[in-house]
């Protein structure tokens, strides 16, 4: 579980009594229980699981009977993670085609509302990424701070810095009370 639940999320398991029991797996991993077939379904039934017909006790035993399953957590976990992208980028594509198909909606609008469509696409591959060893690391010798580069920025500043030849205009040094006398004395009288 330590492995598998940085990037598989319940909603990933297309069955709901499957997205049940790994919220359950995930609440005894969480707080530091034992996990086996007695634990997991007392929890499946703590959280109504049972009770709603979402599931039923010998399902619950029957999907974590330890003798049923046999091998790496970590590779199931990666083809549930795999389906959901099929499944996200299906639903993601029939979206985009439903705005598209809408003739009152502007271009400009229809492509953010596509690009908002295509987010939970982004999101699962991310963590197929994640599942899968290839998250791509940060690129060297990029520069990470926001805003321009120093050297922009002092162009900028010699091209806005008063000239003398200017004398009558107010620096930016100037108090704000100057400022205020400055424009008084230069109103029409009314």
């Known amino acids: 579980m330590l492995d598998v639940v940085r990037w598989l999320h319940p ?20 707080r530091g229980e034992p996990i086996d077939q007695l634990t997991v379904l007392w929890e499946t ?13 010998e399902r619950v035993l029957r999907i974590c009977d330890p003798l049923s399953f046999s091998g790496v957590a970590e590779y199931f976990g990666e083809q549930v993670v795999q389906a959901s992208l099929v499944r996200t980028a299906a639903a993601s594509a029939r979206q985009a085609g439903a705005l598209a198909d809408d003739k009152s909606l502007a271009p400009g ?8 469509a295509l ?32 050297a922009r920025i002092d162009a900028a500043r010699s091209r806005s810095r008063p000239h003398s030849s200017v004398a009558s ?3 930016a040094t100037a108090a704000p009370h100057a400022l205020a006398l400055d424009r008084a004395t230069h109103r029409s009288p009314s």
């Open 169 to 171: 205009a107010p620096t």
């Open 11 to 30: 909603g990933d398991l297309a069955d709901i009594g499957h997205q049940q029991i790994y919220r359950a797996l995930g609440a005894l991993h969480h």
């Open 109 to 116: 609008r229809l492509i953010s509302y596509a690009l908002h």
């Open 45 to 57: 039934q703590r959280r109504d699981a049972l009770s709603d017909g979402t599931l039923d006790a």
């Open 119 to 150: 987010g939970p696409l982004d999101e699962v591959q991310r963590r197929l990424r994640a599942a899968s060893g290839t998250e791509p690391a940060p690129r060297t010798g990029t520069v990470l701070a926001v805003g321009p580069p120093q």
